[in-house]
């Protein structure tokens, strides 16, 4: 896949990072393991944000700045989800996040 730029390798760190493996990530304990949402995190497969224009950019700025007045969710995000992610990780799971919600961008 090379949509905007993000190529497998960089998703497959993201996935890694999104589930814990990588750089302590907690992502999936408020967006879920499959990433589908919560009543802690919305849903980030539908293609719906609530910040930003769900461009690989805007999802990683949301990441590394998280999250601290949800629109619709109870849960808040800190900065990176509280993990100390360094700025390759943060891309990653951004690319990871990206290749979620467009259809077919999954390796």
Request: glycine share 16%; hydrophobic share 35%.
């Amino acid at each position: 896949m090379a949509s905007a730029g993000i190529r497998p390798a960089m998703i497959a760190l993201g996935d890694s990072v999104y589930h814990g493996q990588v750089g302590g990530g907690t992502c999936a304990g408020c967006h879920g393991s499959d990433a589908r949402g919560t009543p802690l995190g919305p849903d980030l497969t539908s293609g719906r944000w609530l910040w930003g224009d769900g461009s690989p950019d805007a999802i990683a700025n949301t990441i590394a700045r998280g999250v601290p007045a949800p629109k619709e969710h109870t849960g808040v995000m800190p900065p990176m989800g509280g993990a100390q992610l360094t700025p390759v990780q943060v891309r990653a799971a951004a690319a990871y996040v990206y290749a979620l919600s467009h259809t077919g961008a999954t390796p």
